[in-house]
């Protein structure tokens, strides 16, 4: 069954500190794979997808993805983060079931971030 | 142009209570869905909808009934609350139900409580 897992609950850096927030995920065909941002009191927005082609994907924000088949990830980075980054992340996976593709979420990481 | 538009912000309900969760978007999307929020479980497919008339299951359906009578409306209802329905509701959209290339826009949510 297609599954996400994202390890940490929990992450905080500080300001200008560069962030990576892991996913792993199961799937058995080529995955279409998502990050969603949730801020407080708000629904999730999309920071960024990868369904094919070049491996490390960029998005808003100026957040990045690297999408590596042979550890079954998709990690998001971002080089400096700013105080804004605070939220909720969700990695998420497109499942396929009868004709119509789902979306699969993990857990969420929340981060907080220190001045 | 407003997007996801979910009704009530808030709810408390007792036991055994019916009440309707209202979801309703203008960007006429075929596809709407309802997703159901816990701490430490992520996002979790109650219902979807690929068009007018047409509804399935996701993950997690039982208590929940819903019903698509229009492109921009797709109610969640739930029958006799439980304590175990207490949770934070968001509803999604998007263009087409069977490609990821149209991201999920969600409503900011509606949180539940049953008591």
């Known amino acids: 069954a297609q599954s996400v897992t994202q390890p940490d609950i929990h992450i905080t850096v500080s300001e200008g500190a560069s962030l990576e927030l892991r996913c792993n995920y199961s799937?058995?065909?080529?995955?279409?794979l998502f990050w969603y941002v949730q801020s407080p009191g708000q629904g999730l927005q999309l920071l960024l997808k990868?369904?094919?082609?070049?491996?490390l994907v960029q998005g808003i924000k100026g957040f990045e993805a690297e999408f590596k088949r042979s550890q079954s990830s998709f990690n998001l980075r971002k080089p400096s983060v700013h105080w804004s980054d605070a939220a909720e992340y969700f990695c998420?996976?497109?499942?396929?079931?009868?004709?119509?593709?789902?979306?699969?979420f993990g857990a969420g990481t929340r981060l907080a971030v220190h001045p | 142009n407003a997007g996801v538009t979910q009704t009530p912000k808030f709810q408390v309900l007792k036991t055994g209570q019916s009440m309707t969760l209202q979801c309703a978007q203008d960007m006429n999307h075929e596809y709407m869905s309802w997703y159901r929020q816990d701490p430490g479980m992520g996002l979790r497919l109650i219902h979807y909808?690929?068009?007018?008339?047409?509804?399935d299951q996701g993950e997690v359906p039982n208590g929940y009934n819903v019903s698509r009578s229009t492109t921009e409306d797709f109610p969640l209802r739930l029958l006799s609350a439980a304590p175990s329905q207490t949770s934070v509701y968001f509803c999604?959209?998007?263009?087409?139900?069977?490609?990821?290339?149209?991201?999920?826009?969600f409503g900011n949510g509606t949180r539940l409580t049953v008591t």
């Open positions: 909808s690929v068009g007018a008339g047409i509804t």
């Open positions: 999604a959209s998007r263009f087409t139900g069977n490609t990821v290339n149209s991201p999920l826009h």
């Open positions: 990868y369904f094919s082609g070049d491996t």
């Open positions: 998420a996976v497109a499942a396929f079931s009868g004709g119509y593709n789902k979306l699969i």
């Open positions: 799937y058995g065909a080529t995955p279409y």
